[in-house]
Nanobody, 120 residues
Framework: QVQLVESGGGLVQAGGSLRLSCEAS????????MGWYRQAPGKQRELVAN???????NYADSVKGRFTISRDNAKNTVYLQMNTLKPEDTAVYYC??????????????WGQGTQVTVSS
Protein backbone atom coordinates (compact mmCIF):
# COMPACT_ATOMS: atom_id res chain seq x y z
CA GLN A 1 0.00 0.00 0.00
CA VAL A 2 3.00 2.34 0.39
CA GLN A 3 4.50 3.61 -2.86
CA LEU A 4 7.54 5.70 -3.74
CA VAL A 5 7.24 7.48 -7.08
CA GLU A 6 10.29 9.14 -8.64
CA SER A 7 10.33 11.77 -11.35
CA GLY A 8 12.71 14.23 -12.99
CA GLY A 9 15.16 11.96 -14.77
CA GLY A 10 16.21 12.52 -18.35
CA LEU A 11 19.00 13.20 -20.81
CA VAL A 12 21.39 16.09 -20.22
CA GLN A 13 24.81 17.15 -21.48
CA ALA A 14 27.84 17.20 -19.23
CA GLY A 15 27.81 20.27 -17.02
CA GLY A 16 24.02 20.45 -16.95
CA SER A 17 21.55 20.02 -14.11
CA LEU A 18 18.56 17.88 -13.18
CA ARG A 19 16.25 17.78 -10.18
CA LEU A 20 14.79 14.47 -9.01
CA SER A 21 11.70 14.14 -6.83
CA CYS A 22 10.33 11.20 -4.85
CA GLU A 23 6.98 11.20 -3.06
CA ALA A 24 5.89 8.59 -0.53
CA SER A 25 2.16 7.88 -0.48
CA UNK A 26 -0.12 5.43 1.28
CA UNK A 27 -1.03 4.46 4.82
CA UNK A 28 1.80 4.98 7.31
CA UNK A 29 2.60 6.75 10.55
CA UNK A 30 5.69 8.62 9.40
CA UNK A 31 8.68 8.61 7.05
CA UNK A 32 12.09 8.70 8.70
CA UNK A 33 15.26 8.61 6.60
CA MET A 34 14.93 9.07 2.84
CA GLY A 35 17.67 8.75 0.28
CA TRP A 36 18.82 8.30 -3.28
CA TYR A 37 20.82 5.40 -4.68
CA ARG A 38 22.04 4.78 -8.22
CA GLN A 39 23.07 1.81 -10.32
CA ALA A 40 25.04 2.04 -13.55
CA PRO A 41 25.25 -0.87 -16.03
CA GLY A 42 27.65 -3.51 -14.76
CA LYS A 43 28.06 -1.84 -11.38
CA GLN A 44 26.63 -2.32 -7.90
CA ARG A 45 23.93 -0.06 -6.53
CA GLU A 46 25.50 2.70 -4.45
CA LEU A 47 24.35 5.36 -2.03
CA VAL A 48 24.25 8.87 -3.48
CA ALA A 49 22.80 10.83 -0.56
CA ASN A 50 20.32 10.50 2.28
CA UNK A 51 18.56 12.77 4.74
CA UNK A 52 16.85 12.24 8.09
CA UNK A 53 13.50 13.68 9.08
CA UNK A 54 15.45 16.26 11.10
CA UNK A 55 17.48 17.38 8.09
CA UNK A 56 20.84 15.69 8.70
CA UNK A 57 22.49 14.70 5.41
CA ASN A 58 25.11 12.32 4.07
CA TYR A 59 26.69 12.34 0.61
CA ALA A 60 28.87 10.03 -1.41
CA ASP A 61 32.32 11.52 -1.94
CA SER A 62 31.79 11.49 -5.70
CA VAL A 63 28.86 13.93 -5.52
CA LYS A 64 29.87 16.24 -2.66
CA GLY A 65 29.72 19.86 -3.73
CA ARG A 66 27.61 19.05 -6.80
CA PHE A 67 24.43 17.41 -5.48
CA THR A 68 22.06 18.65 -2.78
CA ILE A 69 19.43 16.53 -1.05
CA SER A 70 16.42 18.12 0.65
CA ARG A 71 12.94 17.14 1.79
CA ASP A 72 9.47 18.46 2.50
CA ASN A 73 8.14 16.54 5.48
CA ALA A 74 4.60 17.85 5.03
CA LYS A 75 4.54 16.35 1.51
CA ASN A 76 6.59 13.22 2.35
CA THR A 77 8.82 14.14 -0.56
CA VAL A 78 12.59 14.07 -1.02
CA TYR A 79 14.49 15.94 -3.73
CA LEU A 80 17.92 15.62 -5.29
CA GLN A 81 19.31 18.68 -7.05
CA MET A 82 22.11 17.52 -9.35
CA ASN A 83 24.46 20.17 -10.74
CA THR A 84 27.61 19.99 -12.85
CA LEU A 85 26.62 16.54 -14.06
CA LYS A 86 29.29 14.23 -15.42
CA PRO A 87 29.03 11.20 -17.73
CA GLU A 88 30.01 9.09 -14.70
CA ASP A 89 26.69 10.10 -13.10
CA THR A 90 24.77 8.14 -15.74
CA ALA A 91 22.68 5.52 -13.94
CA VAL A 92 19.22 4.51 -12.85
CA TYR A 93 18.46 6.50 -9.71
CA TYR A 94 16.33 4.86 -7.01
CA CYS A 95 14.52 6.49 -4.12
CA UNK A 96 14.60 4.72 -0.75
CA UNK A 97 12.66 5.48 2.41
CA UNK A 98 12.35 4.10 5.92
CA UNK A 99 8.61 3.85 6.58
CA UNK A 100 7.15 3.71 10.10
CA UNK A 101 3.77 1.91 10.18
CA UNK A 102 3.56 2.94 13.83
CA UNK A 103 5.80 4.62 16.37
CA UNK A 104 8.90 2.60 17.17
CA UNK A 105 9.08 0.44 14.04
CA UNK A 106 10.05 0.89 10.39
CA UNK A 107 10.74 -0.91 7.12
CA UNK A 108 12.59 0.03 3.96
CA UNK A 109 10.82 0.66 0.64
CA TRP A 110 12.29 1.23 -2.85
CA GLY A 111 10.97 3.28 -5.74
CA GLN A 112 10.86 1.99 -9.31
CA GLY A 113 13.84 4.04 -10.49
CA THR A 114 14.33 6.86 -12.97
CA GLN A 115 16.98 7.00 -15.71
CA VAL A 116 19.58 9.77 -15.72
CA THR A 117 21.82 9.93 -18.78
CA VAL A 118 24.68 12.44 -19.07
CA SER A 119 26.29 12.75 -22.49
CA SER A 120 29.88 13.84 -23.16
Amino acid sequence: QVQLVESGGGLVQAGGSLRLSCEASGNFFSVNRMGWYRQAPGKQRELVANITSGGSTNYADSVKGRFTISRDNAKNTVYLQMNTLKPEDTAVYYCNADISPFAGAYYSRWGQGTQVTVSS
